[in-house]
């Protein structure tokens, strides 16, 4: 793991948390300082946090009406630890975002388009090469996300991921 704070707490059951009880380590991460401006802003917004474990496979998301996070319960029992920091700052970026008033699923646009989802990947990505990942890694990490390498490919160029062939 490279970001050497960051804490998962695997066993949570289904149910409902504050986001600091199953993620640990947030508050000395620089990607998300500058996701919501200071040490300060990120504290008051982080303390209020809640995460919802599901009995879902998926991933990490917002639950667009509550401002909830959400996780499926075996995304945060498999899911690499560096894998699940970048969904974090991910999806943080997604919270600033909905506390904005944006709109983050906007159907005008395709996924790989929609303005709020590029913001995210390229603060992930950023804080992805902050910590020490390489593009293969990254890929790694975006193929995740990705519903084909058509999609895959045009994210990529979208956010400046480049990866030898």
Request: aromatic share 8%; hydrophobic share 40%.
């Amino acid at each position: 793991m490279r970001a050497k704070s960051f804490r998962v707490r695997r066993s949570a059951a289904i149910g409902e948390y504050k986001l600091s009880e199953v993620f640990t380590g947030l508050e000395s991460s620089p990607a998300l300082t500058r996701v919501f401006g200071s040490k300060a802003q990120m504290a008051k917004i982080m303390k209020h946090l809640k995460l919802r474990v599901e009995r879902h496979d998926s991933g990490l998301w917002l639950d667009r009406d509550t401002g909830t996070i959400c996780i499926g319960a075996k995304h945060l029992t498999t899911a690499k630890s560096d894998f699940l920091y970048l969904d974090v700052i991910h999806v943080l970026v997604h919270v600033r975002q909905f506390l904005e008033g944006k709109e983050l699923y906007d159907q005008a646009f395709e996924y790989v388009d929609r303005p709020t989802e590029l913001e995210a990947y390229r603060a992930t990505v950023a804080e992805a090469r902050r910590v020490g990942m390489d593009e293969e890694e990254i890929l790694k990490y975006l193929r995740m996300d990705a519903a084909d390498d058509s999609e895959l490919g045009k994210l990529m160029e979208k956010i400046g991921v480049k990866v030898r062939r």
